[in-house]
């Protein structure tokens, strides 16, 4: 079934922060990545590219493992890119 998939910029409840959030079907998929932390890993990295490069792939693959637990299917990166453009998703 095609359910419709939207972004919409919202404020995080206690920090306030403005991110971009997923909406399937106007549900909103609560998933976003804590600044702080991301700062610290970026720190940590100390711009070395193959930790970089771990740590972008680990907060990736734990945002795609959410993701399809959220509409109850697995998809891929790639089916959630073309989503993200067509405003429709296969669940």
Not at 30 to 49: G, H, M, T
Not at 67 to 91: H, Q, S, W, Y
Request: aromatic residues 10%.
């Amino acid at each position: 079934m095609k359910r419709t998939l939207t972004v919409s910029e919202v404020s995080h409840a206690e920090t306030g922060e403005k991110y971009n959030a997923i909406f399937i079907d106007g549900q909103m998929f609560d998933w976003y990545i804590d600044r702080e932390s991301l700062d610290e890993a970026k720190r940590f990295a100390q711009n070395d590219p193959i930790i970089k490069k771990s740590i972008y792939a680990d907060i990736q693959s734990h945002f795609m493992h959410s993701f399809c637990e959220f509409i109850g299917k697995k998809v891929t990166l790639e089916e959630l890119n073309e989503a993200l453009m067509t405003g429709r998703i296969d669940c």
